[in-house]
Every structure is written in C-alpha cells, then in structure tokens.
C-alpha cells in the first residue's frame, strides 16, 4: 500500500513536472504567424500600394 | 528704388533661392536606395519585396514590403553570401549574416544592417528556419538603378 502510494505520488510529480516543462518550451510559441506592419524609417517614402507583381512563384516556374 | 518691373522678378528670385534651399535639405534628409529585389519561393513560398535604404544618419535599413512569407518555427532574417537562394541546399554552408528574428509572417517590418557587414558580398536576402536549417524564401538584391 505504501509502496503504490509511493509510486502514484511519483507518478504525480512526474506528470506536474512534465505539464511545467512542456508550459515553458511550448513549441507552438516559436512558431512565427502574426501581421506586422512597421512604419517606414524617417526619410523612406511611404510603401506604394501596389503589390509586387508575380513575386509569388517556384522556382521550377521561371 | 526699386522700379515695378524689377520687384517682381527679385522676389521670384529669392522664392526661388529659398525653394532650392528647401530641396537640397529635403534630398539630404531622405534615405537612399542602395539595393532592391524581390521574394520568391525557395523550399516554402514566400513574396514581396527587399530594399536596402542608406538613412541620412549613415545607418543601413533592410525593409520588407508586401511581405508574405509561409509560417514556421524559429524564422530568422538572413544576408547570405551568393547571388541567388533557390533552395536550401544550394546555400546551406554559405557565409551569412544574422539581421534579427523574423517579426512577422506577413506585412512591411525593418531590419537594421551591422556596419560591418560588406553589402557587396551578401547579395540575397532569405527567410530561414533556425530550428530546421531551411531556407523559406529568397530575395536576390540588385543595386537600385
């Protein structure tokens, strides 16, 4: 009985411990998917509003 | 005195003279274009466009417009040592520069250049993966016209 006991509180702690690191490190935190939109730096003419035609393709596409 | 055809033409001088003054100033104040290019896809998909401005106070500013590039963990801003970054492999070992962790996924963000970093040597800019070591997305710069 006590040795189980022993073993669940491990267990517990183990699984606290593993919640925490997993909390710290989440990996999802690294991955970079947000919008920015920085203004110019002074003396750069504000960004025309056209897009860059056709920048979006593969390279076995040239 | 000054005569009434005379007066006109002096203070169409002076406009002018200030005018000019303004300009020069204005020129002086804004950042020069020294290189350009656009994204395209290397191992992921990525657009927009590169410019390099030289600011009127000497320091070097990379700027990313209309930039869109696929999401990804660890994405860093790289000047890598080649003309072009197709792929990873093609310039995986190639000397590069670090500008900074990538801010945003998407939209127009700057990134200041080291002075001592050689612009005639790194001539790409590209998208990497720290964590998986792959090249997203390149932009090849070329001197602005």
């Known amino acids: 009985m006590t040795r189980r006991f022993l073993y669940a509180v491990l267990l517990a702690v183990f699984l606290l411990v593993c919640g925490v690191v997993w909390y710290l490190f989440r990996p999802e935190k690294a991955f970079i998917d947000n919008p920015v939109n920085e203004p110019p730096p002074p003396g750069v003419p504000a960004d025309d509003t056209a897009p860059a035609p056709n920048s979006a393709h593969s390279p076995g596409q040239q | ?145």
């Not at chain 2, 204005?26 to 950042?31: I, P, V, W």
């Not at chain 2, 466009?49 to 999401?71: E, M, P, S």
């Not at chain 2, 040592?81 to 310039?91: H, I, M, P």
């Open chain 2, 1 to 145: 005195m000054l005569s009434r055809t005379k007066f006109p033409a002096l203070a169409l001088l002076v406009a002018a003279v200030f005018l000019y003054i303004d300009a020069v100033q204005a020129r002086e104040k804004s950042a020069k274009v020294l290189e350009k290019g656009k994204f395209h896809n290397a191992d992921k998909t990525g657009k927009g466009r590169a410019t390099l401005y030289q600011l009127a106070d000497g320091k070097r500013v990379l700027r990313l417009t209309h930039f869109a590039v696929d999401n990804g963990p660890d994405l860093h801003v790289r000047l890598i040592a080649a003309k072009d970054a197709r792929n990873t492999a093609s310039v995986a070992n190639t000397d590069h520069v670090e500008l900074g962790k990538l801010k945003g996924n998407k939209g127009s963000q700057n990134y200041e250049v080291p002075e001592n970093v050689d612009l005639s040597k790194y001539k790409v800019v590209s998208i990497w993966c720290n964590r998986f070591s792959v090249n997203f997305a390149a932009a090849p710069l070329k001197a602005a016209e």
